[in-house]
């Protein structure tokens, strides 16, 4: 890490190495592939740091018995030996949680989650052939961001 503040910007309690000017387009280049999601109909969580993670997920369910599905993604601007099929998505976690709005209501045990595929650095865990949408939330993550 340089001591020069002009090889430096703090932003967003992250300290990044580089300009002002690529720290706006990675900002913006995140910005574009978070709505890209909004527009195949995922609703996301973006944190708005200089990192690369994003929450994609269902908005709606069916019914109330019906699991979140959701992937939490690391992602870079250029490929990695380390991504998904050397691509930009370092690390992929997608989950299901079932909530039991009764359980809740009488202050037990609401929520159970189970996840359905993990990748760090390799594959940690791959349930996607029995998890239909979450099969397809894992082929849009990386049809988008990959």
């Given amino acids: 890490m340089t001591d020069n503040p002009e090889e430096w910007v703090e ?13 706006d387009a990675w900002k913006a280049y995140k910005q574009r592939k978070a709505l890209a999601f909004v527009e195949r109909g995922y609703s996301i969580a973006w944190y708005a740091d200089a990192d690369g993670w994003i929450d994609v997920y269902e908005p709606q369910r069916d019914h109330a018995n019906m699991p979140e599905i959701r992937a939490s993604v690391k992602f870079y601007g250029k490929p990695s030996e380390y991504g998904i099929d050397g691509g930009m998505v370092s690390k992929l976690m997608i989950t299901e949680t079932w909530r039991d709005p009764l359980a809740h209501l009488l202050d037990g045990p609401s929520e159970r989650v189970n996840v359905v595929f993990n990748y760090d650095r390799g594959p940690d865990v791959n349930r996607l052939e029995s998890h239909p949408r979450a099969r397809r939330l894992y082929d849009a993550v990386l049809d988008e961001l990959n």
């Fill in 11 to 23: 932003e967003d309690g992250m300290r990044w190495v580089g300009s002002r000017a690529e720290l």
